[in-house]
């Protein structure tokens, strides 16, 4: 199970960081990955973590802003977020993919579970 929170109203150049608490499974087995979601958009997966943590992507759109990162004891992943801006209003999700160590997982079809969302709202 993941729960994801940490969502809210920021304003535009504002910073956030949320939080994915898993439970169920070992966390340390599982790549992990924030996606977001827009009104009339596509889910698009802006961050992934390997299972260590040691390698980490980023989506184009959020580069040099946000940082993801994880905490195996504490069975958490987090996403900072910084330098806030309109376009990055949108429903974020946690996702886990069971897979090797070292591995990423890039796309979206590749999570087999996901969070709930936290919303997060950027006026400007």
């Known amino acids: 199970q993941l729960q994801a929170s940490g969502g809210g109203l920021v304003q535009a150049g504002g910073s956030l960081r949320l939080s994915c608490a898993a439970s169920?499974?070992?966390?340390?087995?599982?790549?992990m990955g924030w996606s977001r979601q827009a009104p009339g958009k596509e889910r698009e997966l802006v961050a992934v973590?390997?299972?260590?943590?040691?390698?980490?992507l980023y989506a184009d759109s959020v580069k040099g802003r946000f940082t993801i990162s994880r905490d195996n004891v504490k069975n958490t992943m987090y996403l900072r977020m910084s330098g806030l801006k309109p376009e990055d209003t949108a429903v974020y999700y946690c996702?886990?993919?069971?897979?090797?160590?070292?591995?990423?997982?890039?796309?979206?079809?590749?999570?087999?579970?996901w969070g709930q969302g936290t919303q997060v709202t950027v006026s400007s």
């Open positions: 169920g499974r070992p966390f340390s087995d599982y790549a």
């Open positions: 996702a886990a993919a069971q897979t090797v160590s070292g591995a990423v997982v890039r796309d979206t079809v590749g999570y087999e579970y």
């Open positions: 973590i390997s299972r260590g943590g040691t390698v980490k």
